[in-house]
């Protein structure tokens, strides 16, 4: 059973920087697309930022385009999201994610394809 495991998060004022963790335990194995997914209060989950299998490509949504970057370790276990120049608009609970289907996959923009996720950490960027 893979379990992704979530650290960090937190509130912050507009302007400033916080970094996600994502670490993975279990049956793991390595060469799986994984992805960054938030939820603001009242809306649906959206895409923020994915990262293909090889690690070689990655993915962002407009909105964070330019400010966020995901990457994940050399071992393929742990997934970093850094997040700069945060938002009001970024408010809201963050998951990481990955899924059984995408073993040497390229990057997945939909939550349908993920089946596992982590926890969820509260990001709330506010004055």
């Known amino acids: 059973q893979v379990q992704l495991r979530q650290s960090g998060g937190g509130l912050v004022q507009p302007g400033e920087s916080l970094t996600l963790a994502c670490t993975a335990s279990?049956?793991?194995?390595?060469?799986?697309?994984r992805g960054w997914f938030r939820q603001a209060p009242g809306k649906e989950r959206e895409f923020v930022a994915g990262i293909n299998w090889s690690s070689s490509n990655s993915r962002y949504s407009d909105s964070v385009k330019g400010r966020f970057t995901i990457s994940r370790d050399n071992a393929g276990i742990t997934m970093h999201l850094q997040m700069k120049d945060l938002k009001p608009e970024d408010t809201g609970v963050y998951y990481c994610?990955?899924?059984?289907?995408?073993?040497?996959?390229?990057?997945?923009?939909?939550?349908?394809?993920?089946?596992?996720w982590g926890q969820g950490t509260q990001v709330t960027v506010s004055s």
């Open positions: 994610a990955s899924g059984s289907g995408l073993y040497l996959a390229d990057i997945a923009t939909s939550s349908r394809d993920y089946n596992y």
């Open positions: 279990g049956n793991w194995i390595t060469n799986y697309a």
